[in-house]
Structure formats: structure tokens, C-alpha cells
């Protein structure tokens, strides 16, 4: 079983940042695929980025464009979503998740385990 645990959201202003965190537990958290996942009022959860085990980017959402990436610590079992120029429309609670499969999935259908999630909030 893991666990895992969001932190870091707040209010920004537009075009602030924001680095996002998420300690997990479990021994196998460096096996695991991480990404982070968002989801605003009324829309449905979309994935924004996502990192394998070795630690490679192998997908970021088009809305991204070089504003976000993600990095993890192994050795602390963090996984960590950096934030820069933030617009009104990043706003959303900001949830990590972990799958446990071969392959790197975008669908958080194909997610086995997720944090309670974090209120990212920018204002114009």
C-alpha cells in the first residue's frame, strides 16, 4: 500500500510560482510511475505531467508549454511539481498520483494511488 501526500498549493498571483510536493510511503516508490494530475470546478481530472521511474518526462500536457516540470528525490520518496508563470486557468486542486504499471499511463484511470490533493488558486 502507499500513500501519498500533497502539499505546497496556495494563492498566487498571475505569473507567480509555486512548487508542489507529494511524499509518498512504501518501499516501492522508486518503481513507481508519478504523475501529477489537476482538476477545476466542473471539469474533469486531466493529466499535466509525468515521470517514469528513471526519472524521464515522457509526457506533459500542451498547456505546459516549458512552464512546469517534475523532478523526484528517490532516496526521500518526493516526487515535485515546479510551477512558473501562472495564469487564473492553472487553477485547480493539483493531485500526485502513482501507477504501478510497465508503462507510463496519462489516463487516471491507470493510476493505482493518490493524494488528497492540493488547492492551487491564482488570481488575475
Known amino acids: 500500500q502507499v500513500q501519498l501526500v500533497e502539499s505546497g498549493g496556495g494563492l498566487v498571483q498571475a505569473g507567480g510560482s509555486l512548487r508542489l510536493s507529494c511524499a509518498a510511503s512504501?518501499?516501492?516508490?522508486?518503481?513507481?510511475?508519478m504523475g501529477w494530475f489537476r482538476q477545476a470546478p466542473g471539469k474533469e481530472r486531466e493529466c499535466v505531467i509525468v515521470m517514469n521511474w528513471s526519472g524521464a518526462i515522457t509526457y506533459y500536457a500542451a498547456f505546459v508549454k516549458g512552464r512546469f516540470t517534475i523532478s523526484r528525490d528517490n532516496a526521500k520518496n518526493t516526487v515535485f511539481l515546479q510551477m512558473h508563470s501562472l495564469k487564473p486557468e492553472d487553477a485547480a486542486v493539483y493531485y500526485c498520483?502513482?501507477?504501478?504499471?510497465?508503462?507510463?499511463?496519462?489516463?487516471?484511470?491507470?493510476?493505482?494511488?493518490w493524494g488528497q490533493g492540493t488547492q492551487v488558486t491564482v488570481s488575475s
Open positions: 498520483a502513482a501507477s504501478t504499471r510497465r508503462y507510463t499511463p496519462i489516463s487516471p484511470y491507470e493510476y493505482d494511488y
Open positions: 512504501g518501499r516501492a516508490f522508486s518503481s513507481y510511475t
